[in-house]
């Protein structure tokens, strides 16, 4: 276009190749860190952007990755967003982002869309059959979160450790009868925390009534709180969302918590405080979607398995 500033001048401003300032923004990894930060200023300076569709035409690559979300109103995924977003920048990268609605069929859609137009995917909380990831990972560089499939590199914030620890605790505090309200069953999050209070259930001789919000949403938990129990002493939510309903459910009957019961919810992400303000786990999500993007972008595809442990944050429901 008319009066558009090209690499060459940025090249003559700096008085280096043009070569390196397309590689400042194509492949800095081949360049020092500082020759990339100084090339990038003096492009914004001038205001200078790289054309990405010429980019993809001359070198096969895109420069963005895309990113797969089961629910965008979900307030764990936000964080998730905005983390890969600033990742990807730093590497000269844009984000595709797509929502799924938790349906394996619209994620395989979705996904199919997306290969020809990007590098790399990220899959946040997959619902595909193994089969198909493995299938993906073999024509598309793939990372997976919070899913675990072998010979696919993925990033896994656990809740593990936190949820037993939990549990402990309020066993502690003379609870024997526990409920665990879970999320959607294909969630591996929903696996990992149902197993390990199937775990807790069996050491600690605990009496475990479970039951599922599969929506997962607050208005669901909240009527299920209902078919709690009156004989139940803890109850420990899939997440933030479901303990929230569920605390909102068990003050309707009257029940208080945390004098009648005790509640523990899972991953800190509600961007409002509770009253009395949930015992949670928190999840290190901005760490483990930085780690799916350091793989994603490696020289070589790593079959890794990243695990990010949560700390427990014990507050008032408890």
């Known amino acids: 276009m008319p009066g558009r500033t090209t690499i060459v001048e940025v090249a003559r401003r700096l008085g280096v190749a043009p070569s390196t300032v397309s590689r400042a923004f194509n492949t800095p990894r081949l360049l020092r860190p500082e020759t990339v930060e100084r090339v990038r200023a003096m492009a914004a300076e001038m205001g200078y952007a790289p054309n990405q569709h010429a980019r993809a035409l001359i070198t096969g690559r895109s420069g963005v990755i895309g990113l797969v979300i089961p629910d965008i109103t979900n307030p764990f ?61 073999v024509h598309t560089r793939t990372v997976l979160v919070n899913r675990d499939v072998a010979g696919i590199g993925r990033v896994l914030t656990s809740s593990r450790e936190a949820l037993v620890d939990g549990v402990r605790r309020m066993h502690a505090a003379g ?29 600690l001789h605990l009496r475990v009534r479970y039951l599922g919000v599969e929506s997962g949403t607050y208005a669901d938990a909240r009527n299920l709180a209902h078919d709690v129990g009156p004989a139940t002493r803890a109850v420990v939510a899939f997440d933030d969302i479901v303990a929230h309903g569920v605390l909102d459910g068990l003050t309707s009957r009257g029940v208080r918590v945390p004098q009648d019961m005790l509640l523990l919810g899972c991953d800190d992400a509600l961007p409002i ?34 695990v990010v442990p949560g700390t427990l944050e014990l507050r008032e429901t408890t």
């Not at 483990?288 to 793989?295: P, Q, S, T, V, W």
Request: hydrophobic residues 40%; negative net charge; aromatic residues 4%.
């Open 273 to 306: 405080e509770t009253h009395p303000r949930i015992s949670t786990i928190r999840l290190q999500i901005e760490t483990g979607i930085a780690k799916a993007l350091e793989l994603l972008v490696a020289p070589e595809a790593r079959d890794e398995r990243v």
């Open 77 to 137: 995924f936000p964080p998730l967003i905005r983390t890969a977003q600033r990742e990807a920048e730093r590497r000269g990268l844009g984000v595709f982002v797509v929502e799924t609605n938790s349906d394996a069929e619209r994620e395989d859609v979705l996904v199919r869309r997306l290969v020809p137009q990007v590098e790399g995917l990220v899959l946040a909380s997959s619902r595909l059959p193994d089969e198909q990831l493995h299938d993906l990972a």
């Open 175 to 203: 609870a024997q009868d526990f409920c665990y309200v879970g999320g959607p069953h294909l969630s591996w999050s929903e696996g990992e925390r149902r197993d390990a209070m199937r775990a807790m259930e069996g050491e």
